[in-house]
């Protein structure tokens, strides 16, 4: 990471550097725009990082509106709580502040605000769904996590109050105007969150590396992102104050999210019916099916798995690529442990009577559509007891 504030647009503009959240003023008059909604969760706004943002904004002068309705896993109510704050207080943009949560109800309030209706009338995974046609309102990103890379992707991912399951509004239309990257924002992070949002980044490198589609550029992005995420997720955790390590890691997620236009598997699908059913964190989640999804897929991709390798420090030239692939599933494992993630879904609350459910809702989920192995509802359900 570089000592200086740096930009670079793919194709979100992105300001990166420890102190860049002073840059946001001048980012308003670029974009042209008056009254931000700042767009978070209960938890972000009793904290000193969202405090100093807060006062960059005030600072500059600026009129604003906090919007912090936004659960854990975003609800479509959230969502449409969000719109009426918007419009009754005569915002005319959104900066979303936060985790994963907060970055997508941000996009998602963004769609309903420029085009009205309900949140359900843009699933992506509905033949009937609504175009999602720009403009929107212009969005600001500010990521105080390093996981989801909300910050520079096209999609948010919602929950469903009457179908009970996460819903996907996606559209180049949505993507953000701009991304604000602060590794000082991120210090004050917990422990198990910093290895939750850590591990869901490393996750969307992984898969979307491994997605068997043709898209060159996403793979050494990908790349990229596994060998930061290898080499100082552990590091961020174990020493939250190392602003090299925290800046490697929001870059990390931002690859992944970049990656994964390519799309994501079966831990994805897994994760999203963990969260949607149990409330399961979406990263913890990722992080504890993950072993077990690529142990499901080793056989068709040890070439892949062993490329990945590398990026762990696997001596791959001494071994095969079956090997390598084992030895790769292992590090992940051990990395899980170092970080603190449990080992096991039962300890997490899940129980063994909810996995039926579970395993029909994530095969109703289109990621594991796009997983390097198919797989059917009866291996999705294997999978969750395997990891339960």
Do not use: W
């Not at 005319?92 to 309030?109: E, N, R, T």
């Not at 050494?220 to 995420?229: Q, R, S, Y």
């Not at 955790?237 to 602003?243: G, M, Y």
């Amino acid at each position: 990471m570089t000592n200086q504030i740096t930009r670079f647009s793919f194709p979100t503009q992105i300001i990166f550097g420890a102190g860049a959240i002073g840059e946001l003023p001048g980012e308003f008059a670029a974009l042209g725009v008056k009254k931000p909604l700042v767009v978070t969760d209960g938890a972000m706004v009793k904290t000193a990082a969202f405090a100093s943002i807060l006062e960059v904004i005030k600072k500059a002068g600026v009129p604003f509106e906090v919007f912090s309705a936004v659960q854990p896993n975003p609800h479509d109510g959230d969502v449409e709580k969000g719109v009426q704050s918007y419009k009754s207080t005569g915002c005319d943009f959104i900066i979303g502040v936060g985790g994963g949560s907060p970055m997508d109800a941000a996009k998602a309030l963004a769609v309903l605000v420029g085009l009205g209706g309900s949140v359900e009338e843009y699933d992506a995974q509905s033949p009937t769904a609504t175009p999602i046609k720009g403009p929107l309102p212009p969005i600001v990103m500010i990521p105080t996590t390093a996981g989801t890379g909300s910050e520079v992707g096209k999609c948010a991912v919602i929950t469903s109050t009457a179908q009970g399951r996460k819903i996907f509004l996606c559209n180049p239309a949505m993507m953000p105007a701009r991304a604000i990257l602060d590794p000082e924002l991120t210090v004050s992070l917990p422990a198990h969150l910093t290895a939750a949002t850590g591990m869901d980044a490393l996750t969307h490198n992984i898969e979307s590396f491994t997605a068997p589609i043709f898209h060159p550029m996403c793979d050494a992005i990908a790349l990229k992102g596994i060998e930061l995420a290898a080499n100082n997720l552990a590091r961020a955790v174990e020493h939250p104050a190392d602003l090299k390590a925290r800046g490697n890691m929001m870059l990390s997620a931002m690859m992944g999210a970049v990656a994964f236009q390519k799309d994501l598997g079966t831990a994805h699908s897994l994760s999203h019916a963990l969260s949607a059913v149990c409330g399961l964190q979406h990263g913890q989640a990722n992080a504890m099916v993950l072993p077990h999804v690529m142990d499901f897929n080793k056989d068709v991709c040890p070439g892949e798995y062993a490329r990945i390798a590398r990026e762990f420090d696997i001596p791959v030239h001494t071994m095969g690529d079956a090997e390598a692939a084992e030895k790769l599933i292992e590090k992940i494992r051990e990395l899980n442990t170092r970080i603190g993630i449990p080992a096991a879904l039962s300890r997490a609350g899940v129980k063994e009577s909810q996995i039926p459910e579970i395993a029909a809702k994530a095969f109703k989920d289109p990621c594991h559509l796009t997983n390097i192995k198919g797989c059917t509802q009866e291996d999705l359900t294997a999978l969750l007891q395997k990891a339960l």
